[in-house]
C-alpha cells in the first residue's frame, strides 16, 4: 500500500479539479456530473446553497447559472494527501484554494468570492472522481443584497 500518489494520480487530479472549473465556467452540466461518482454528496453551504446529490447540484446550477453572464473560476495550490492506494479502492484528498471573478445579474461592478475545496476523491473504472466535495467560501466581493459602504 502507497501512501504517495504517483505523478500519473497528480496528473490526473489536477485535470479533474481543471474538468470542475470548466464545467462550472461553461454551463457544460453533463462536464460538471462527470467529475463526481453519481452518490456524491456536495456541500456548497458556505455560499448559502444546501448540500445537496450530484444531480440536485447540477440541476440547481443548470437553472441558477442561466441569468449568470459569466465566472471564470482558478484553482491553484492543489494539495493531494490521504492518498492510499489499497486493492479495495484508492483514495485521496484534496484541499485546493479557488479564486472566482465573475458578473452577476443586475450588478454593475465585477463579484469575487474566493476559499478551498475540499474534496474526497475515489478512483474509478473511469479514473479518479470526488465522492465528496465541501466548499469552504472564505470571502466574497460584491456580493448581490449585500450592502455596500
Excluded at 454551463?27 to 454528496?41: G, I, N, P
Excluded at 492510499?84 to 465573475?102: C, K, L, W
Excluded at 476523491?121 to 456580493?143: A, I, K, M, Y
Aim: proline share 7%.
Amino acid at each position: 500500500m502507497s501512501e504517495v500518489p504517483t505523478v500519473a494520480d497528480e496528473l490526473e487530479i489536477r485535470a479533474l479539479l481543471s474538468r470542475y472549473a470548466r464545467g462550472v465556467d461553461t454551463k457544460d452540466w453533463e462536464l460538471y456530473r462527470s467529475v463526481f461518482t453519481e452518490d456524491a454528496r456536495i456541500d456548497y453551504s458556505s455560499a448559502g446553497i444546501p448540500p445537496g446529490s450530484r444531480d440536485e447540484i447540477a440541476d440547481l446550477f443548470s437553472k441558477a447559472f442561466e441569468a449568470i453572464p459569466w465566472t471564470m473560476h482558478y484553482i491553484t495550490n492543489v494539495e493531494i494527501t490521504g492518498f492510499t492506494a489499497d486493492p479495495d479502492g484508492d483514495t485521496a484528498t484534496v484541499r485546493a484554494m479557488f479564486y472566482n471573478p465573475m458578473q452577476l445579474p443586475g450588478m454593475s461592478e465585477q463579484s469575487s468570492c474566493g476559499g478551498y475545496y475540499f474534496h474526497d476523491l475515489v478512483r474509478t473504472p473511469d479514473g479518479w472522481r470526488s465522492r465528496h466535495l465541501r466548499e469552504d467560501n472564505v470571502w466574497f466581493v460584491n456580493r448581490p443584497g449585500a450592502v455596500q459602504p
